[in-house]
């Protein structure tokens, strides 16, 4: 079927303008086929709370048969951003671009303002310097073991060196002769789980591939983007100058959020690649079989199947991990974590954890480890104990993390 005809562009941000005429508004044909993989319909059985019913709502705005109401900008609110809608769409609604120029005109209006404590948090991850050194008691507190958030995940993060600088020096050391590739650090998992950052050069630097951190590049505007700021824009520019200097054959993201977003920043211009897909398509060093009783249930990133439309992470890339591993029931499905989603909406992001989250309960091996490839995921899934949702010990592991042999140094 025919993609909708591409509707004017929001100068700001380069977005579709989505006034009456929009094609893109009056795209859906009102199937109702994204009924059943909305998370937010499959919880509140509102028809408002679904695809349809939102992109309803939004046209008869625009229409001016609707008066801009709050339970309008309450339903857009509500939607996690999981992207489940599109590819179950047969007249592929483009539902991502409609949601972020929605986001964004409700904000730009004065309809809707983020709570201060997020739009602070996203004033902090534009200036990564500032959020590097705010984040240091954190990085600090993970080390000692304390995790004073229900968000916050057990690791190990070097507190003071940087991933460029832990890059630029195991190269001088290991000296790989593969294809260069570029980083996205990021800017939460910089400042806070730097740890799977450093992973991600040892798997990359053990498998030849030559990597660069380019310390121009700043935080991707996923976060921006979730909050309806106009900001994104600018970062994404900074990003797009920092990466395109690097002369790199691609980027490659270990969180899918901050790739999906990072995509939209270099356009054709640079492949950008999630890096358990990447290795998987150049090959990727096995781990020797590990022969305890450990067991790896993988999660899939809502982000990388319905934003990046991937098919999962490779099989190759998991075998390689030397685990015994599956994928966890319903890995397609989202989890809740969306972007800020569940610091935002937490009653929703629970309710929508809590189906996904029981067969952790009674899942199989010492230790159970729960992994998957985006440190938002990975938060959300760490809160599923702190929630009570699973009431036996587990650990939440990015893959990268369970590739990392540790013997590149
Ligand atoms: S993005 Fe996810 S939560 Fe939002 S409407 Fe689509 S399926 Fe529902
Ligand atoms: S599947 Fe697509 S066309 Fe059908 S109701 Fe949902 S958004 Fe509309």
Redesign the pocket.
């Known amino acids: 079927m025919k993609k909708p005809e591409t509707a004017p562009k929001n100068s700001a941000l380069d977005l579709p303008v989505l006034d009456a005429s929009s094609a893109l508004l009056t795209s859906?044909?009102?199937?109702?086929?994204?009924l059943e993989v909305c998370p937010t319909y499959q919880q509140s059985g509102d028809e408002n709370n679904s695809?349809?019913g939102r992109?309803r709502l939004w046209r008869q705005e625009a229409q001016g048969r609707l008066e801009p109401d709050p339970w309008t900008v309450q339903y857009t609110q509500e939607c996690v951003g999981c992207l489940a809608?599109e590819p179950?769409?047969?007249?592929r609604?483009p539902?991502g671009e409609i949601l972020e120029e929605v986001r964004h005109q409700h904000v730009h209006s004065g309809r809707h303002l983020p709570p201060l404590s997020l739009r602070l948090a996203a004033w902090l991850a534009a200036r990564p310097r500032l959020f590097s050194l705010v984040g240091l008691p954190l990085r600090v507190f993970r080390r000692a073991g304390l995790l004073p958030h229900r968000l916050l995940f057990a690791g190990q993060p070097a507190v003071l060196e940087s991933t460029a600088a832990y890059a630029a020096r195991l190269m001088a050391r290991q000296r790989p002769t593969g294809p260069r590739v570029a980083l996205l650090t990021g800017c939460l998992m910089e400042a806070v789980f730097r740890e799977i950052n450093f992973a991600t050069v040892r798997v990359l630097i053990r498998n030849n591939l030559q990597v660069v951190v380019p310390e121009q590049q700043g935080c991707c505007g996923a976060m921006h983007e979730h909050l309806g700021l106009a900001a994104v824009e600018q970062l994404r520019e900074q990003n797009r100058q920092a990466f395109l200097a690097a002369d790199v054959a691609a980027v490659v993201a270990n969180s899918s959020g901050c790739g999906l977003s990072t995509m939209k920043t270099l356009g054709g211009d640079l492949p950008v690649r999630d890096v358990l897909d990447f290795l998987g398509e150049t090959g990727v060093r096995a781990n020797s079989p590990r022969s305890d009783k450990a067991r790896v249930y993988v999660d899939l990133p809502c982000h990388l199947v319905h934003g990046q439309k991937l098919p999962g992470i490779p099989q190759s890339v998991l075998d390689a991990t030397g685990y015994r591993w599956e994928l966890a029931p319903r890995a397609r499905d989202c989890c809740g974590s969306g972007g800020v989603y569940n610091l935002q909406q937490p009653g929703n992001a629970r309710q929508i954890l809590q189906g996904k989250s029981q067969f952790l309960n009674t899942a199989e091996g010492d230790p159970v480890i729960l992994a998957t490839s985006n440190h938002v995921c990975m938060m959300q899934w760490q809160s599923a104990g702190r929630a009570g949702l699973v009431q036996r010990p587990y650990q939440v592991r990015h893959v990268i993390q369970l590739l990392d042999t540790g013997d590149v140094t």
């Open positions: 859906c044909v009102h199937c109702g086929f994204c695809p349809r992109l809608c179950a769409c047969p007249a609604v539902y």
